[in-house]
């Protein structure tokens, strides 16, 4: 038996030294002179593992406390809890060593080798230390965001003792301290079981220049271009050098060399715990070099790397002064000493980024740009006249009748304007109490960012800028979805809704052109059923009007037109201003007639008056401004085309610049950046390489389109002046009289020029800047609509195609981001897609044609499993779907999904693809991972003749998908009338469920879908069908959501009129009660519906003592004349009677005296504690 191990109390440890990794444990422990018994005791929640032993200095023992990091976890974060943890269980440590492997950052200035030792050093005002993922990687190196501590002057003052050594003996005693570890643990000497704690020999140290790429999966650098390999001169020996400076710490693993080099006259080397540690408690960080941050890394030398830092830990603690130690301060008491500070800083801190991280998540929208863009566009003192308004008046009272304004007004008549100075009303009303506001400006063009969530978010960030702290209630929401890597959903952006909503006593919401977003339905009935403390302004055309009265019910309106006074007030303001090009050219006679002529023409249109204006005041003299007056547009129509003539007469660089960039904005696939633009206008046909001299000067870059471009401030982008110019142009053949089949040809070519551009050092870093981004992955959209022009540039693009792979890759990083969801490394590019599968993602026939000449493999798979095929499909491409087909592409490829190219056809609503596959003998009934099948994805995209078609083709019509929806369900659930009947006619099962037991009838009656209600119950569909997700039968959904007709045609197919659904107990006459629907609840009532039906949960109400407290005056009316109970025995009334007793029996008694006239009789009793009837009075 053994002689037992010293085991010391907790307190006789100053030494904290952490190893994350278990071969760097390992090769700490064997640095031990003596090893110790475990410690006694930690700290209830200390996690950590120890070893604990001593470690000889030069005049006394020094015991050493090794903690490893829990296995498979690292990390700056891992690495503060560990030292947080020994610093509970071991209070009197005085410092740290963080001892362990890194990647090595080779320079001209530093020949650093694996296997050689890195020291983080103090350099000036730093620690030694920086965090790389804290700071910003540039062109030109690392921009520091902040160092860490330094280490404390104990470990200095030894460190320079070292350092002094080793010039004075010629080297370290590292290679001696090795020889003894491997005497005492020959293991680890022992290369059998793999690489061990030893040199691993200069063949395997080899060092690639920062472009040459590792072969994937290679396990060795044999395939490496041995050309590409940086020659370095010879060591005389094998012994480790040791490096002192900077080292890089942060959570990302590097595997980048590009990025090392960029760090390369900094830092020495690359590690992941240092950052953390540091921030805990005064430390050194000791690392031993195992790669260099390439593609080339492995792990072989992570052994030996591991032992070499070891071994200079315990060199240098071998000349560490104990009495030095011994007057170092506890690293506890420096961390208490300097806790408030931390915890006041870091809160401020912590709060700011958090708030400025939560707002960013919930949505991209930056609503306060436009609006401040509004601001400048409107003249002082228009647009009062709202505030006058008795609606308005009401609406933005503290207590207004009725919740949601709606203006509504034709196209140009100055809505935005209007809306924008609503907003800022309501910003004064905010200071006055617990007032909450927040607004959007519908746009056309942003109809992709502008989701309802995005909305919703754009709405709570602005609602929780007007409180001093987030509430708790979201913080935990969001901090759980960001750690599940989740975006913001619409459940959680209703819930985000509620919770802002409450800490309000009012909240207004201000949408301006609700006609211009593209879900308004979703939105509006998300809005509609939120809190009532909600008060919503809409503006928008007339036709958005039918819409918003489906969801909105309590609403009045204001209707907008352009007034007299508003138009007056603008042409004050526009006389004399930034956009009158010679003010002296005005005399106050053509000021008036000015002033008349424009009023009398504007016939309630703003944006007419605001061309007029900029029309006249473009010429130079009074005699041509007069002259301009007389031939003045009497129409949006024609002041648009007079103002595109008017941009022909300039000088032909100005004119030539103004074309150009209308017909960029107009006709880009998405809205391009003032960036953008000026790089594009800068690209002339004859160019070999971009020249920067060629832009336009930014400040002045839309002076030249007279008013009909702005630049959007919330987006950066330029777009069209409004909504009615887009309008415009879409109309017309052409475009300054080219046309814009010719646009799209000029706009393909400046794009594929830019891509062939030789590439510099610059764009290779900012692959984002310029044209890059548009270009890259807009080109063949551009190509595929003017291709068959004689002159387009189809050699552009194959040249693009032959060299992008080796010449331009960073484009290719910007199409793969527009194609794919994922994020591919530059290694590998070459496995996402082929040249096929970008030919027919562009649906560029010509270019897919010469691919199939030239022998490319058609039916390759990307990287998600799709062949070009598919590509096509899905993008709707009919004619280079049917160029694939007859070159024999196979038809029934599933991609990862299992989804065939007809199933994406159908995905993307692309019905003439989806013909042709059909028709060419595609697999009707293949489903995808959902177990949706093609009848399925035809019935919920409206594609009529496909569904007909795979019928014929022997589709079954009864499939179900993962959700239980068959075909029927989903072509109700979408309303598509033509559909059911098709499918009905053909057998389709009426009765099918899904998993919450919802059939076709329940689904129509849900929607409000009459005319579909009547064709399911022409086929017998059963009326008491029960939802089991909303415990409801189709009459108490008719009933709920006020549908008349529907619950007619429901019980004269025998619908139970008191079936109870199983959330609150209600009837469909209690349904109908409380959301005041006065035609259904008469319908229930003459059909005998039970009047004093009584909850079942514990309230005990009846449909009248419902209506009463939802204040519902006829259905009070209805069914107390129609003998309802006047005495219900609520549960709550006796407590709500003493409100009623309040406002007087008298008044309780002529409501009473007016019911028993209904009923032919009166009733001379007074009324009793419980009467519900006080409620009306309330």
Request: net charge negative.
């Amino acid at each position: 038996m053994g002689h037992p191990l010293p085991q010391l109390d907790n307190s006789e440890y100053a030494v904290g030294w952490i190893a994350a990794l278990p071969h760097e444990r390992a090769a700490a422990k064997a640095m031990l002179d003596t090893v110790h018994a475990p410690p006694r005791h930690k700290h209830a929640t200390d996690y950590n593992s120890y070893t604990l032993g001593t470690i000889n200095g030069p005049n006394g023992e020094h015991n050493v406390v090794i903690a490893s990091l829990p296995s498979g976890r690292y990390g700056t974060v891992t690495a503060a809890t560990s030292a947080k943890q020994m610093l509970s269980s071991f209070p009197s440590i005085k410092f740290g060593l963080m001892v362990g492997i890194g990647g090595g950052i080779p320079s001209d200035d530093h020949d650093i080798r694996l296997g050689d030792v890195v020291v983080s050093q103090p350099t000036g005002a730093f620690g030694g230390v920086r965090q790389y993922d804290c700071g910003k990687v540039t062109a030109h190196g690392f921009e520091e965001c902040g160092a860490l501590n330094c280490p404390p002057e104990a470990l200095l003052n030894a460190m320079g003792e070292l350092q002094s050594n080793h010039e004075m003996m010629g080297g370290t005693s590292i290679p001696d301290i090795l020889e003894s570890m491997y005497t005492t643990y020959p293991a680890m000497a022992d290369s059998r079981r793999g690489p061990a704690y030893i040199y691993q020999g200069a063949d395997h140290d080899r060092l690639f220049c920062s472009d040459c790429i590792h072969g994937k999966g290679a396990k060795d650098c044999g395939g490496c271009n041995p050309e590409k390999e940086i020659k370095r001169p010879k060591r005389l020996d094998q012994d480790p050098y040791i490096h002192y400076g900077t080292i890089a710490s942060g959570n990302k693993v590097i595997k980048d060399a590009k990025v090392r080099d960029l760090l390369a006259k900094s830092c020495l080397c690359f590690e992941m715990e240092a950052a953390g540690l540091m921030n805990q408690f005064p430390c050194l960080v000791i690392r031993g070099i195992c790669d260099y941050c390439d593609t080339h890394k492995n792990d072989r030398w992570q052994k030996y790397a591991a032992a070499t830092a070891a071994a200079y830990a315990k060199e240098l603690l071998q000349v560490t002064d104990a009495l030095d130690i011994q007057n170092t301060p506890e690293a506890r008491s420096i961390v208490m000493d300097n806790l408030s500070e931390i915890k006041r800083m870091i809160k401020g801190l912590s709060r700011d980024q958090q708030q400025k991280d939560l707002f960013k998540w919930l949505s991209p929208l930056i609503p306060s740009a436009r609006h401040l863009e509004n601001q400048k566009r409107r003249a002082e003192g228009t647009a009062t006249w709202i505030f006058e308004d008795l609606n308005f008046l009401d609406w933005s009272s503290g207590r207004p009748n009725f919740r949601t304004l709606c203006c509504y007004g034709d196209p140009g008549v100055g809505k935005t304007i209007v809306s924008s100075i609503v907003i800022d009303r309501l910003r004064e009303l905010i200071p006055l109490g617990s007032i909450g506001l927040a607004y959007l400006y519908g746009d056309y063009r942003d109809q992709r960012a502008q989701t309802t969530v995005n909305i919703l978010g754009a709405i709570v960030k602005q609602l929780l800028a007007h409180l001093s702290e987030i509430p708790l209630g979201i913080l935990e929401i969001y901090e759980a979805r960001v750690k599940q890597e989740n975006a913001l959903s619409l459940p959680d952006a209703e819930k985000f809704l509620d919770i802002a909503c409450e800490q309000f006593s009012r909240v207004y919401i201000c949408l301006d052109a609700l006609d211009e977003l593209w879900d308004q339905r979703s939105l509006l009935m998300t809005l509609q059923a939120r809190s009532t403390s909600i008060q919503l302004y809409i503006t928008g055309r007339p036709h958005v009007q039918v819409t918003v009265e489906r969801y909105i019910k309590e609403k009045r309106e204001i209707p907008i037109v352009a007034h007299d006074h508003d138009i007056r007030r603008f042409i004050d303001y526009e006389i004399g201003g930034p956009n009158d090009i010679e003010p002296d050219a005005m005399d106050e006679k053509l000021r008036v007639d000015i002033q008349d002529k424009i009023i009398e023409s504007a016939k309630g249109v703003f944006l007419l008056p605001v061309l007029q204006v900029h029309a006249i005041l473009q010429s130079t003299t009074i005699r041509r401004r007069e002259e301009a007056l007389k031939t003045l547009p009497s129409d949006l129509g024609n002041a648009f085309a007079g103002t595109m003539a008017r941009i022909e007469q300039q000088p032909h660089a100005q004119s030539e610049q103004a074309k150009k960039i209308i017909a960029w904005v107009y006709l880009a696939e998405r809205p391009v950046s003032v960036d953008e633009l000026l790089w594009s206008l800068a690209i002339e046909d004859d160019d070999k390489a971009f020249n920067p001299r060629g832009m336009p000067i930014r400040s002045t870059l839309i002076n030249c389109c007279h008013g009909l471009v702005v630049i959007d401030q919330e987006t950066t982008t330029v777009r069209l002046v409004h909504y009615s110019f887009q309008e415009y142009l879409c109309r017309q053949n052409q475009l300054f009289g080219v046309s814009k089949v010719q646009w799209h040809n000029q706009i393909a070519r400046t794009c594929l020029a830019f891509l062939n551009f030789p590439s510099t050092p610059s764009e290779d870093i900012c692959i984002g800047t310029g044209l890059m981004s548009y270009a890259a992955t807009k080109w063949g959209h551009h190509l595929r609509k003017s291709e068959h022009l004689q002159d387009a540039p189809l050699e552009l693009a194959r040249e693009y195609l032959r060299t992008v792979s080796t010449h331009n890759r960073a484009s290719l990083h910007s199409l793969y981001r527009e194609m794919y969801s994922a994020k591919y490394n530059d290694n590998e590019l070459h496995l996402v897609a082929s040249y096929v599968h970008i030919a027919a993602f562009f649906g560029v026939h010509a270019l897919v044609l010469h691919l199939c000449l030239a022998k490319c493999d058609l039916d390759s798979r990307d990287i998600e499993g799709q062949t070009p095929l598919s590509w096509a499909a899905k993008g709707g491409h009919e004619v280079v779907a049917k160029l694939l087909i007859e070159n024999g592409v196979a038809l029934d490829s599933q991609d990862d999904a299992c989804r065939t190219p007809l199933l994406l056809a159908l995905e993307s609503r692309h019905e003439a693809v989806a013909l042709l596959l059909i028709e060419s003998g595609a697999a009707v009934d293949a489903a995808d991972r959902f177990n949706n099948v093609a009848l399925s994805m035809a019935a919920q995209s409206r594609c009529e003749a496909v569904a007909e078609l795979l019928i014929g083709r022997g589709a079954s019509v009864d499939t179900k998908n993962q959700s239980g929806l068959t075909p029927l369900s989903l072509a109700v659930l979408g309303g598509f009338k033509k559909i059911v009947k098709l499918l009905l006619d053909n057998g389709a099962a009426v009765e099918a469920t899904d998993r919450h037991g919802r059939t076709p009838l329940l689904f129509a009656v849900s929607s409000g879908l009459e005319e579909i209600v009547k064709l399911l119950l022409d086929k017998d569909a059963n009326v008491e069908a029960f939802d089991y997700k909303y415990g409801r039968t189709p009459l108490i959904w008719a009933a709920a959501e006020g549908y008349e007709t529907i619950a007619r045609l429901l019980i004269e197919k025998g619908a139970e009129v008191d079936s109870v659904d199983a959330g609150f107990s209600w009837t469909p006459l209690a349904w109908a009660a409380v959301n005041g629907f006065e035609g259904i609840s008469r319908l229930l009532v003459e059909n005998g519906a039970e009047m004093e039906s009584v909850e079942v949960n514990g309230y005990g109400r009846t449909p009248l003592l419902l209506a009463l407290e939802a204040r519902n005056e006829p259905i009070v009316k209805l069914l107390v004349g129609k003998l309802a109970a006047v005495d219900s025995n609520a549960l709550r009334c006796t407590e709500l009677m003493s409100c009623a007793e309040e406002k007087g029996l008298d008044a309780l008694m002529d409501f009473l005296e007016f019911t028993t006239d209904h009923r032919g009789h009166r009733s001379k009793r007074k009324p009793n504690a419980n009467d519900p009837i006080h409620l009306y009075f309330d």
